[in-house]
């Protein structure tokens, strides 16, 4: 690709727009610089299948933004959740990654390479939002995991429970069979 000289990022996530496969967007820990490590939600799209990609920037330039996570919900909108250990923030995009105009802030518990999925199956749950991460206040290590639920398209408030380790890994497994429809 086009490499820019000075540039820092990790971390990558990416989602496709399950209605139109040609549009992409992919997220990224932004630093300012290699020698900073000072770090903040950055982002890029294609819309033509990945051939071109525009970059964009920072979601929210100058404010600590870490751990991205990107998913794609069944209508086609993105989502792009970030960890800031004040509040951690889901973004929201219904043109492909070009503008975020919907952003939510979500409680700080959240720490440590968050994942996310979206419900796309025809049930009840469908466009449900599910977040788990390890939990920031114990830092745990007995196997406890947060997990997130949101079932307004990540607009208001999302539902908080601490669950053991093997329950998240059946979600996961869940929630991968649902995204991919099995």
Request: net charge negative; glycine share 12%.
């Amino acid at each position: 690709g086009c490499n820019i000289l000075g540039d820092a990022a990790n971390e990558t996530s990416i989602a496709g727009d399950p209605t139109n496969p040609r549009k992409i967007v992919i997220g990224w820990r932004q630093f300012d610089s290699v020698l900073s490590d000072f770090r903040q939600p950055g982002w890029g799209y294609s819309h033509d299948g990945g051939h071109t990609w525009l970059f964009r920037g920072s979601l929210d330039p100058g404010i600590f933004g870490s751990d991205p996570v990107l998913a794609a919900g069944p209508e086609g909108e993105i989502y792009y959740f970030s960890i800031n250990f004040a509040e951690s923030r889901l973004f929201k995009s219904y043109d492909g990654g070009m503008t975020w105009p919907r952003r939510t802030q979500v409680s700080p518990w959240l720490v440590d390479k968050p994942w996310m999925a979206v419900d796309h199956t025809d049930g009840m749950g469908r466009g449900n939002i599910y977040i788990a991460s390890y939990e920031v206040l114990t830092r745990s290590t007995d196997g406890l995991i947060d997990l997130l639920q949101n079932s307004d398209g990540g607009d208001e408030l999302f539902a908080r429970r601490t669950a053991q380790t093997e329950e998240v890994s059946f979600l996961h497994r869940r929630s991968l069979r649902a995204l991919v429809g099995h």
